[in-house]
């Protein structure tokens, strides 16, 4: 398997653009996770799905993010419209739901707003 | 809600010399442990974790942790330190709510810098 795979790697743009994230979990897992990392606040949850049913979006900063998941195979992660402190890195991982499971990541995206 | 404390920013080592990174985490249940490490620009590679059991485990790249509930302590160890080694390290708490999937919750992270 390939792993998690999030595109693009590396994004930059505009204050006030719209941005899109992307994230393929590995095949099987059924649940999946949307992380952001900055040096000031570090690892933090934003959203994650069951069986592509958001659980728990609370650590969704406000309402300028959003995510779904169409399928067992893909979700996005929308910021509409982007500020400069949205700059992060965020990462996406799976899991098999179940007991005595680890989460996966991916390479994370790399976000610079300017 | 559940929470981990790494007390260490940075740590700073002799290639050879032996390691531990500190972990200390709040949950009020049974704990399920992580140690993750990140190479600069990568994702997080998980390196061992905790479920159940022998409270002593090992991991990949020589690397093992003791769980300790007296001291709600989950700290990672390895004899000797490789220059490869240098890398940031996140130790993780997982919460497991009825139903779902563990959530991992992270620590700020341990960055770890090894001299020749």
């Known amino acids: 398997d390939a792993g998690v795979i999030q595109s693009p790697r590396h994004e930059v743009t505009e204050m006030g653009q719209e941005v899109t994230l992307r994230c393929k979990p590995i095949?099987?897992?059924?649940?999946l996770f949307w992380y952001r990392q900055t040096m000031m606040r570090g690892l933090e949850l934003l959203i994650y799905?069951?069986?592509?049913?958001?659980?728990?979006d609370s650590g969704m900063p406000e309402d300028r993010f959003s995510a779904k998941m169409p399928n067992a195979s893909f979700s996005t992660l929308k910021i509409q419209p982007s500020e400069p402190r949205d700059s992060a890195v965020y990462f996406c991982?799976?899991?098999?739901?179940?007991?005595?499971?680890?989460?996966?990541f991916g390479q994370g995206t790399r976000l610079t707003v300017v | 809600a559940q929470s981990v404390t790494q007390p260490d920013i940075h740590i700073t080592v002799s290639e050879g010399a032996s390691l531990e990174l500190r972990c200390n985490y709040s949950?009020?249940?049974?704990?399920?442990l992580f140690w993750y490490v990140q190479s600069p620009g990568q994702g997080l590679q998980l390196l061992l974790k905790?479920?159940?059991?022998?409270?002593l485990v090992q991991g990949i790249k020589g690397f093992e942790a003791e769980f300790k509930r007296s001291q709600s302590s989950f700290n990672l160890r390895k004899p000797s330190v490789h220059w490869s080694d240098a890398a940031e390290y996140f130790c993780?708490?997982?919460?497991?709510?009825?139903?779902?999937?563990?959530?991992?919750?992270f620590g700020r992270g341990t960055s770890l810098i090894v001299h020749p």
């Open positions: 991982a799976s899991s098999l739901r179940g007991e005595n499971t680890e989460a996966f």
């Open positions: 095949s099987g897992h059924n649940s």
């Open positions: 949950y009020g249940a049974t704990p399920y």
């Open positions: 905790y479920f159940s059991g022998d409270t």
């Open positions: 799905f069951n069986n592509n049913v958001p659980i728990d």
């Open positions: 993780a708490v997982g919460a497991k709510p009825a139903g779902g999937s563990y959530i991992p919750t």
